[in-house]
């Protein structure tokens, strides 16, 4: 952490977005986490996904439960809304938030405690509801506030700090996702904003609960030798499945991607993901297959990453619910409120 | 591209813009640090160390230094007030008599004649004195200054100033001789000095050659600009008429005008021939000029002038409109105007004169009657005669005849012992970290954001009631405290270990400026290629990209856009692993004492 302000100067010929804003127009708060977080270059992705597709700062709603991971919202968006949750409980929140407005980009930061412990309920079921959300998890191993013991995500044979080894099986948090039926599934590394930024921008635009686990090395407790999450190991073991281009709804997709390796994917407000396979074994649509796609590479102990598992035909929250499109409020203003109010309680009686 | 060499004296240099426009290489911002730990004397030190004279310098230096200033890229800002910083370290500086250096009683027998007593001869002096040298200094006018005392007014720059650092020099033993107009170089080589150094100056004014030149000459009301303001200087000049025109708009013409509202004009126009933003004078100076109401008009070539029974009545002029053809700018005339004037200036240029000098005893001059002179040695073709100041390339500016005066005292040195004069130490860089705790650095880091202090000037209904009242007043000492803080410590530089770095990019992520990178580069790939890959491309070619040897877990490699870096230091504090460090980079440029002591070494050695 560091105790000077970010200076309030920035690069003369600093480009702004449709907007009229510049990347450090999305910043927020200095960050209080150890200096090397991995959670810090999370957020840089964040604020450059958020500033490469024009969001209005205001339009987005940061919701974070407990952890390092949950005190990031407070470092970029800071014209955003938000609400720090109870330990675990920043799915039913995020849940909640969403079925009263609809008209918000809702940005879920968690981590491997928050989410795959304590929150592992609300977790499976904001998946199982399908709550149009992007969904993070900065996923370190350990639980680094209360200074390094092994998480759920810890891996077999990963060697804490202090010289202990861990013996109980991991939760795969992308495995887990799938399964339950979740949308969008990829993982990324804190490491790799050319990979993850367009993962973002993908998540934020997709219909649905988008969930990215990306791999976060705590500097300060997990990244030593014999850490399976430190720096260096994820590096050496990392394995991109998949290329993922976002492009945005204006552009047009360029046919120059080889054949049989490219598979472009329209989101449902028209912009389009374009996954370049790097590993031709890999078909990211079929659910199936990723899960046996997963096993493998997990056996060999693989980092695989990229846009794992995407299902742009899902119906969200609100299409599952059939929760009327028009606010009461408009109702107030152009018509009968009574019969509008008789009409909403009945599709609940 | 390969990885950037930055152990290269210039490398770190470079970077800290102020000091490598500057001439003399003053350490700008280790001076203002001083004067914000209120170390007054000290930083007067400081620059006397490198520009000799820091209370002339600090209200009358051409400042190549501000518009170099870091400050002025990052976010639109103006430059750091660096000149203004300089006179507060001679207004606040405590006695330094104890901390000039100490003159040897015993000489080193070597005997060194100056002519002209301006700046550039009392730098040599100053820098040979303490060696022991025997130096004599000839003045053909009766005081010291040369052009400074002459041509620079006093409401911009009092004696008193001009003689207290003159004096400083003078009395380490110099013997100067006023009167004493040297007439003869033969006859100064046959005194049989050890060297002589020509520190005469540009003193010939350009005259204007157009129709009713020698009529209006007659009246007595054509005066040349730089002759004219040493006659205001001297005294023999106390009045000028109502309505007068300065041709010419360089920094002479702004004090010829600004001098004719002192002696009692009121209406004073300064008439130039190009337009606005192609000027010569300083743009503060115009300012100055401005600010006392001087109607500047532009475009007009002085075509006559018109005399009428004896008496001057004025000038007509062409009025031009400058046009651009095939790339080349163009002009053609409008109009023709007169203009009525009871006296004009002329402040056209200057120009150095050689009558003295004997064209057939080896001093080599060139087709414009310019002897031709070293820019590295300031030797001319004869051996042992230097020459330095406007003396030497016609007029530059006082910053450069300091430098040409310290480059002359050490082939004077060279040259008197026997050795190459070419043959000079490099420039060299020293670093050392200025990391004192977890947080804490040695330099003030936090950016601030206020916005460039004016000086403030005596009211203007004030200032024209004498000569001599000093328009600037100097920082007050609210101002200067803000003035110090927004100098960004350029010289504190990041230095990165590529060994280090794990690739976390907290570094780039918290960079306010975007300035730092890491792509992977091929050896062969151009630079050209590479500013245009970074985060945000780097455009400015006269700024450095830094780039890193390959970093060991991906191979790539960190690259820095030095353009933008604003020296914060929060990359060093980002870093995980200590892969940057803030580094105070310290640029030696070598002294005449520094190559007496290496040559003291290599006798040692030998």
Known sequence: MSYIRKPVAHHSNLPVNALGLTERDYEGGMSTLCAGCGHDSITAALIQACWGLDIEPHKVAKMSGIGCSSKTPAYFLREAHGINAVHGRMPSIATGANAANRNLYYIGVSGDGDSLSIGFGQFAHAIRRNVNMLYLIENNGVYGLTKGQFSASADVGSRSKGGDINEQPPIDPVLTAISLGCTFVARGFSGDKEQLVPLIKAGLQHRGFAMIDVISPCVAFNNHEGSTKSYAHTRQFYHPAIHTDFIEPRAEIRAEYERGKTMPIELHDGSTIVLRKVDVDHDPTNRAAAIGYLERHREAEEIVTGLLYVEEEGRDLHAINRTATDSLVEARVHGNQQAVLEEVQTQYR | ?606
């Not at chain 2, 004016?454 to 001599?468: L, M, S």
């Not at chain 2, 970093?551 to 030095?562: A, F, G, I, S, Y």
């Open chain 2, 1 to 606: 591209m390969k990885p950037t060499d930055t152990y290269h004296p210039d490398y770190f240099h470079k970077v800290v813009d102020c000091q490598w426009a500057c001439p003399a290489h003053t350490d700008v911002p280790g001076y203002i640090r001083l004067i914000a730990q209120e170390r007054y004397t000290d930083a007067y030190m400081l620059n006397r160390e490198s520009n000799v004279f820091p209370g002339i310098l600090g209200r009358v230096c051409d400042r190549p230094c501000e518009p170099a200033c870091r400050r002025g890229r990052v976010d639109e800002q103006k430059p750091v007030a660096i000149c203004r910083l300089k006179r507060v370290t001679y207004d606040y500086k405590d006695d330094i008599s104890a901390r000039l250096p100490n003159i040897p009683e015993e000489k080193n027998g070597k005997r060194i004649a100056c002519v002209g007593a301006g700046c550039a001869s009392l730098t040599v002096a100053n820098d040979l004195m303490p060696l022991g040298y025997q130096v004599t200094i000839f003045e053909k006018l009766d005081v010291t200054g040369g052009l400074i005392r002459s041509n620079i007014p006093r409401f911009r720059l009092p004696p008193e100033v001009l003689d207290e650092e003159f004096d400083n020099i003078l009395d380490m033993g110099v013997d100067l001789r006023l009167n004493t107009p040297v007439t003869s170089m033969q006859a100064l080589l046959d005194e049989g000095y050890d060297a002589v150094f020509v520190g005469s100056g540009a003193p010939r004014g350009k005259d204007l050659r157009c129709a009713g030149r020698d009529e209006a000459g007659a009246t007595g009301r054509v005066h040349v600009g730089i002759d004219w303001l040493g006659s205001v200087a001297f005294g023999h000049t106390e009045s000028i008429g109502k309505r007068v025109l300065i041709i010419g708009a360089g920094n002479t013409a702004m004090d010829c005008c600004r001098t004719s509202l002192r002696l009692g004009a009121r209406d004073v126009k300064v008439v130039a021939r190009k337009p606005r933003d192609q000027l010569k004078a300083s743009p503060w100076e115009l300012e100055d000029a401005l600010e006392e109401d001087v109607d500047l008009i532009t475009c007009h070539s002085p075509k006559a002038f018109v005399v009428e029974d004896g008496a001057l009545k004025g000038m007509t002029f062409e009025v031009l409109e400058y046009f651009e053809e095939d790339g080349r700018q163009k002009r053609r005339v409008l109009d023709e105007v007169f203009m009525p004037a009871d006296d004009v200036v002329l402040a056209i240029g200057q120009e150095n004169a050689f009558p003295w000098i004997e064209r057939d005893i080896g001093i080599e001059f060139d087709e414009h009657d310019v002897p031709v002179v070293s820019r590295t040695t300031y030797q001319s073709t004869l051996p042992g005669v230097f020459f330095g100041g406007d003396a030497a390339f016609g007029p530059e500016n006082i910053i450069w005849a300091v430098r040409h005066g310290h480059e002359a005292a050490i082939s004077i040195h060279k040259h008197v012992h026997g050795e190459n004069v070419a043959d000079r130490l490099p420039n060299a860089v020293d670093v050392h970290t200025s990391k004192m705790g977890l947080h804490e650095w040695g330099y003030s880091n936090q950016y601030d954001p206020h916005e460039r202090r004016a000086v403030p000037h005596v009211d203007v209904q004030q200032r024209f009631k004498g000569i001599d009242i000093e328009v600037e007043l100097g920082f007050r000492e609210d101002d200067w405290r803000v003035e110090v803080e927004r100098c960004l410590n350029c010289d504190i530089q990041t230095i990165f270990f590529a060994e280090k770095c794990i690739e976390c990019d907290a570094c780039m992520d918290i960079c306010p400026t975007q300035c730092l990178t890491i792509i992977p580069i091929d050896d062969e790939e151009p630079e050209e290629s590479v500013r245009q890959r970074l985060r945000v491309p780097a455009q400015n070619p006269d700024q450095a990209v830094f780039v890193s040897a390959k970093l060991p877990q991906t191979r790539r490699h960190m690259v820095k856009d030095e353009d933008q870096c604003i020296h914060c230091g929060l990359c060093a504090e980002r870093c995980p692993t200590a892969a940057w460090d803030m580094k105070h980079a310290q640029i030696f440029v070598p002294t005449v004492e520094d190559e007496e002591a290496a040559a003291q070494q290599r006798q040692e050695s030998a």
